[in-house]
C-alpha cells in the first residue's frame, strides 16, 4: 500500500498519466515508469511527498520564478523533508537516467537553471534554523551600533529564505549577510556568493561559511568545512550551485548586533544621471576600504507608453553605514547637493538612524519579478562608467519598448570594498575580490504582453548592454546573476579559479550527473 499524501494532492494510487511534455523528455533518457516511481515515494522519509504532474499542487511547485522558464516542466517533483530524501531522490533519477535539480522554494535563478525536464528536488520543507553561542566573541563599537564579532554559529537547512533570516535580526539582533530579497534562497545565495548591504562590513554570504553538508552525485552525504572535504568546501564558497551535489544543510558564523545604522534613499530624474553616477563612483572608491558604507546605485524606469517610461525615469541610490547620521550625510554630501530643490529636501530627510531590523526591511525588495533577462559585469577602479558611457545608458534606457512588468528596465550597480577585498581571490571560489562594483543590466515584461512585447525586451536588453560597453566587455560577471548567452562564462564568473573547479568536479562529480548549460565541467 502507498502511504496517503506520497503521490501528492490529487494524483490517486493507480493509474498515472505523466503529461505529453514532461514524459517526452522522461522518455529521451529511459522510460520511467509507474514502478519506478513506486519506488521512489517508498524510499521517501514521511515527512517527504512526491508529486507528479497530474496532480493539483505540481503546478505551483513547477513554476520556477522567472516565468520566462515556466514552460519547462518536470517529469516529477520531491518535496524533501530531510537529506536522506535527497540522497534517496538522488540514486533513483541516476538509477532511471533522469538528472536531478535542486531548488530552495521558489527558484530565483535568473537564468532558469533551477529548472528540469527530469525530477526536480523542491527543498521547501527544510526550514529549522538553529543558532549556538559562542564564549569567545569580541565586541567593537561603530557610533551608535555595538557588534559582537562571531557571536556564534547558525545552522540553516536548505529551505531557508533571506526572509526566514530576517526575525533573527529582528527579535535577537541575529545576524547573517544576506541578500535583498526576502524569497530568495539562501542556499543559492552562498553557493554563488551573496552581496548584500552588509557585505563589505561582515564579508560575502560565502565568506561566512563554516561548514556545508552536500549530498553528492553517488547519493553519499558528506559534510564540507576547512578540515573536512576542504576542496569541496572551497568550491561551495562561490562555485555555484548544482554543480558538485545538492547542499542540504549550512552552518554560518553569525554576528551580535546591538543599536541603530544609518539608512538612506536618494532619488532624483534622469536629468541629473550624470552628475549623480560620477559623484557615487567617486564615493565608492574613496569608501572601498571603508567596510562601514554601503550602496546601491541605479537607473530605472518603467510603463508603456513613450510618456510613461520618459516621466518614470530615474535614477537612485539606496544603502546603509555603520556609524552616526553625522558622519553617513559627510560621506553623501556631494549626492545630497544634486538636483532640484524638492530632491535635495527629499534626499536629504531620507537619511536618519533606524535599527537594524527596520533597515532590513527597507532593503529588502523582490526584484526582478515575473518575467526577465539580465546581463551583468564586475566593475574595477580602470573600468568604471564614463560620462560618455553613462549618457548611453540613459538614452536607451529612454527607447525602452516598454511592458506591463511594473518592475521595468535598467541598471544597478552593488559596491563592493571593504571586508569581501581582504579575501585572497584564490582563497574561495569567489575570484571577485579587486574590484568595486557588480553591475546589472535587465529587463522585464509580464505573463500576458505579447510574444513580440519579450522580443522587443530581451532585443533592447542587448543594445542597453553594448551601448555601455561600446568598446570592450568586461571580462568578468557575477556567477548568481547567470546569463545564458555569455559566451566566456567560464573566464567571466571563475577567472583563475576554474580549472581548479573542474578538478573538485572531476573529484565530486566525475560523470557529470549534475549538468545545466553553464555547469562547471569535466575538463
Not at 533518457?29 to 517508498?42: E, M, N, S, Y
Not at 531548488?103 to 543558532?131: D, E, W
Not at 553617513?328 to 538636483?339: E, F, N, S, V, Y
Not at 536607451?396 to 570594498?417: H, I, K, V, Y
Request: charge should be positive; charged fraction near 20%.
Amino acid at each position: 500500500m502507498l502511504r496517503a499524501g506520497v503521490w501528492g494532492t490529487a494524483a490517486g494510487a493507480l493509474g498515472l498519466q505523466v503529461p505529453e511534455s514532461a514524459a517526452a523528455a522522461a522518455e529521451a533518457a529511459r522510460p520511467v515508469g509507474h514502478r519506478d516511481w513506486k519506488r521512489l515515494a517508498k524510499a521517501l522519509s514521511p515527512g517527504a511527498t512526491l508529486y507528479l504532474p497530474h496532480g493539483s499542487v505540481y503546478p505551483s511547485l513547477a513554476l520556477p520564478f522567472n516565468h520566462r522558464y515556466a514552460g519547462i516542466r518536470p517529469a516529477g517533483i520531491v518535496a524533501c523533508a530531510t537529506t536522506g530524501d535527497v540522497s534517496a531522490a538522488v540514486r533513483w533519477a541516476r538509477e532511471v537516467g533522469l538528472p536531478a535539480v535542486p531548488r530552495t522554494g521558489l527558484g530565483h535563478n535568473y537564468a532558469g537553471y533551477s529548472t528540469t525536464t527530469g525530477l526536480l528536488l523542491n527543498m521547501a520543507r527544510m526550514k529549522s534554523i538553529v543558532s549556538t553561542p559562542t564564549g569567545d566573541a569580541r565586541s567593537r563599537v561603530y557610533g551608535p551600533m555595538k557588534v559582537v564579532h562571531d557571536a556564534g554559529t547558525v545552522t540553516v537547512r536548505a529551505g531557508v529564505t533571506n526572509g526566514d533570516l530576517h526575525p533573527l535580526l529582528e527579535d535577537q539582533g541575529m545576524f547573517v549577510p544576506t541578500g535583498r530579497c526576502p524569497s530568495v534562497g539562501v542556499a543559492g545565495l552562498v553557493l554563488g556568493g551573496g552581496i548584500g548591504f552588509s557585505d563589505k562590513m561582515f564579508g560575502l554570504t560565502c565568506d561566512r561559511l563554516v561548514s556545508t553538508t552536500v549530498v553528492l552525485a553517488d547519493g553519499r552525504a558528506v559534510k564540507a568545512s576547512k578540515d573536512s572535504h576542504p576542496d569541496l568546501f572551497w568550491a561551495c564558497r562561490g562555485g555555484a550551485g548544482n554543480n558538485f551535489g545538492v547542499n542540504t544543510s549550512f552552518t554560518f558564523q553569525y554576528e551580535q548586533f546591538e543599536g541603530t545604522v544609518g539608512f538612506y534613499q536618494l532619488r532624483w530624474s534622469l536629468d541629473s544621471v550624470l552628475p549623480v553616477v560620477a559623484a557615487a563612483q567617486h564615493i565608492a572608491q574613496d569608501t572601498a576600504d571603508d567596510k562601514r558604507f554601503h550602496l546601491r546605485l541605479g537607473i530605472g524606469t518603467n510603463g508603456t507608453t513613450r510618456a510613461q517610461i520618459r516621466a518614470n525615469a530615474n535614477v537612485n541610490a539606496i544603502g546603509q553605514f555603520y556609524g552616526t547620521v553625522q558622519e553617513l550625510r559627510a560621506i553623501l554630501d556631494p549626492l545630497l547637493k544634486i538636483g532640484t530643490p524638492e530632491e535635495r529636501a527629499r534626499n536629504s530627510a531620507s537619511v536618519r538612524q533606524v535599527t537594524p531590523g527596520e533597515a532590513s526591511v527597507l532593503l529588502s525588495a523582490t526584484t526582478p519579478i515575473d518575467r526577465f533577462a539580465t546581463k551583468s559585469a564586475i566593475l574595477n577602479s580602470r573600468t568604471l562608467l564614463t560620462d560618455q558611457q553613462v549618457s548611453a545608458a540613459a538614452q536607451r534606457l529612454l527607447d525602452w519598448p516598454g511592458s506591463s512588468n511594473e518592475d521595468g528596465a535598467g541598471f544597478a550597480m552593488f559596491a563592493l570594498g571593504g571586508e569581501i577585498n581582504q579575501v585572497p581571490p584564490n582563497a574561495t571560489a569567489f575570484v571577485h575580490r579587486t574590484d568595486l562594483f557588480v553591475f546589472a543590466a535587465e529587463t522585464s515584461w509580464a505573463d500576458y504582453d505579447l510574444p513580440s512585447v519579450a522580443e522587443a525586451n530581451l532585443h533592447w536588453l542587448k543594445q542597453f548592454y553594448d551601448d555601455i560597453f561600446a568598446d570592450e566587455s568586461p571580462e568578468h560577471a557575477y556567477q548568481n546573476f547567470p546569463d545564458p548567452t555569455l559566451k566566456n562564462w567560464r573566464r567571466a564568473y571563475y577567472g583563475t579559479n576554474y580549472p581548479r573547479l573542474v578538478k573538485v568536479k572531476r573529484k565530486y562529480d566525475p560523470t557529470g550527473f549534475f549538468n545545466y548549460p553553464q555547469a562547471i565541467g569535466t575538463r
